[in-house]
């Protein structure tokens, strides 16, 4: 059973930082791709940023709503996904989720709640 587990969240002001952090039972080197994706209030779930092509080093792409300011990241070892979030904006006030496809199948953690005030 694939596990993902999300942590980090919390409450900032406008303007600071967060780093979410994704668990994952998986060797996170087997895996093509991983993504951070949110959900705000009555609003759809939405990609901010993904990593594809991991075992070859990984390639990053973004929402345009983050680009510059939101950072993917991995650590092998310790088959972690980061989101590392600068500059945050009351707009990015979201439950944000780590997903992985495996096989076609999506999976997903519970999500961290990440709220930014004005």
């Known amino acids: 059973q694939v596990q993902l587990v999300e942590s980090g969240g919390g409450l900032v002001q406008a303007g600071e930082s967060l780093r979410l952090s994704c668990a994952t039972s998986e060797r996170i080197f087997f895996l093509n791709a991983m993504a951070w994706y949110r959900q705000a209030p009555g609003k759809q779930r939405e990609q901010v940023a993904g990593l594809t092509s991991i075992p070859s080093g990984g390639t990053p792409n973004y929402a345009d709503s983050v680009l510059g300011r939101f950072t993917i990241s991995i650590d092998g070892p310790k088959n972690t996904l980061y989101l590392q979030m600068n500059s945050l904006k009351p707009e990015d006030t979201a439950v944000y989720y780590c997903?992985?496809?495996?096989?076609?199948?999506?999976?997903w953690g519970r999500g961290t709640q990440v709220t930014v005030s004005s």
């Open positions: 997903n992985v496809k495996i096989l076609s199948r999506d999976y």
